[in-house]
Each structure stands twice: as structure tokens, then as C-alpha cells.
């Protein structure tokens, strides 16, 4: 059973540009989230998404950043017009609801860099 | 708004040390906590799950203590190995959305 798979591992990108970053949850797992580590800094929430629809997304800058689950496919987190302050990992987490737990398994992150 | 805390923030041990980190949380109301090692520039694996209706966890060398009365957790690390060096970090989900608060983890050393 494979484990959380994220792609690209590193992303460079110049200011402006835009960037996907793409999340495969584990198998059976319907709950995505999107955790961001800036340099020297802890992890931060930033979105919970189910299959098509966005639970949570109070940890979200209000503008540039964008997430979407949809029916097929992987999750993917959308960044426009990157700045050299989003450069930092992005990790991606699922989770299986079960009735007693919800434990979240992370992937190995993206690192995006803004030159 | 839950705050999570973990002190030290570094801890340099020798090998075959038994040693304890230390969690925080300022709101009790938790669904669940859990312990993760992140390597460097690495994921992370996840370590313990403790639910609110538990007091411990415990796998193979590791035992995870939580008192949601006091806002604290604790992992224990029984007979510490080199291959224990790495960021320990604790999150814990509130449980409205399932979202984890993450405390700013302890890097550990173990010194062979």
C-alpha cells in the first residue's frame, strides 16, 4: 500500500510564475490536507479538502493560493504569481474516517523554491 | 486559540539514554495528539496517536503520555540509538475541521 505520494519533490520557479504542486492520497483515503513549512518556522495548516469539496481553508493566504480535490485525480495546490516569500515546503496529509481515528499520514513534500 | 508548545527546543543525549519531550496545548478540548519525527529535509512519520479518551500509546521503544486536564503530553524515548536523531514534533487536532496544530518540535541528538 503506498504512502502519500506528492510530486514534483522540488519546484523551482521565478517570481510571477505560477506553481502546482500535486498530492496522491493514500489508498482509501478521502481527506487531503495541506500543511506549509516556511524556513525556520513550525508547520502551519492551511487547507482540509474532501473529494470536491473544500472542508476548511482558514490557514489559506486570502489571495494567489488556491486548492482543489476533485472527483478523479489527485489534489492539486495552486499557487499564482509566486513571490519569493512562498518559497518553503509544502507537505500534503490524508486521513480515512474511521469512528475512531483520524490520523494523518504525510507525504514527503514539495520544496518549492521562488528565485 | 489552541497554542502548542515543546520544550527543549534542542537535546543532545548519549546513546542508550532514556529521555523525555515535552508537549504543551492551551485549549484541553482535543480530539486527539500526535507524535511525528521529521528527518532533515524529509516528510514526517508519524510516531503515536493518542485519542482524548486515552492516558498512553506505546510502540516499541516509545511511550506517549497525555493528561488533557493539564494540557501536556509527554514521549518517552526508552534506550536511545543514533538512529533516534531527528525533529520530534507534536500536533494536536481540536477536531472541528481536523486540522493539526503543530508545535515547533525538539531537535534531538544522539550522540553515538
Known amino acids: ?115 | 486559540k489552541q497554542e502548542v508548545t515543546q520544550i527543549p527546543a534542542a537535546l543532545s543525549v548519549p546513546e542508550g539514554e532514556n529521555l523525555v519531550l515535552n508537549c504543551s496545548f492551551t485549549d484541553s478540548a482535543i480530539y486527539n495528539l500526535q507524535w511525528f519525527r521529521q528527518d532533515p529535509g524529509k516528510g514526517l512519520t508519524s510516531l503515536l496517536l493518542i485519542q482524548s479518551s486515552q492516558r498512553e500509546q506505546t510502540s516499541g521503544r516509545l511511550n506517549a503520555s497525555l493528561d488533557k486536564s493539564s494540557g501536556r503530553s509527554t514521549l518517552y524515548i526508552a534506550a536511545s540509538q543514533p538512529g533516534d536523531s531527528a525533529t520530534y514534533l507534536c500536533a494536536v487536532n481540536s477536531g472541528a475541521t481536523n486540522k493539526l496544530i503543530f508545535g515547533t518540535g525538539t531537535l534531538l541528538a544522539v550522540q553515538p
Not at chain 1, 48 to 70: C, H, T, V, W
Open chain 1, 1 to 115: 500500500n503506498a504512502g502519500v505520494m506528492q510530486n514534483p519533490r522540488h519546484l523551482v520557479r521565478r517570481r510571477g510564475q505560477e506553481a502546482r504542486l500535486r498530492c496522491s492520497p493514500m489508498k482509501g483515503h478521502s481527506h487531503v490536507y495541506w500543511y506549509r513549512q516556511l524556513p525556520e518556522e513550525g508547520l502551519k495548516f492551511m487547507v482540509y479538502l474532501q473529494k470536491e469539496n473544500i472542508i476548511d481553508e482558514s490557514g489559506m493566504p486570502k489571495e494567489r493560493f488556491s486548492a482543489e480535490f476533485p472527483k478523479e485525480g489527485p489534489s492539486i495546490l495552486r499557487i499564482q504569481q509566486v513571490v519569493r516569500g512562498d518559497s518553503a515546503a509544502y507537505f500534503c496529509a490524508s486521513s480515512r474516517r474511521t469512528s475512531n481515528s483520524y490520523e494523518q499520514y504525510f507525504g514527503p513534500g514539495t520544496r518549492l523554491t521562488v528565485t
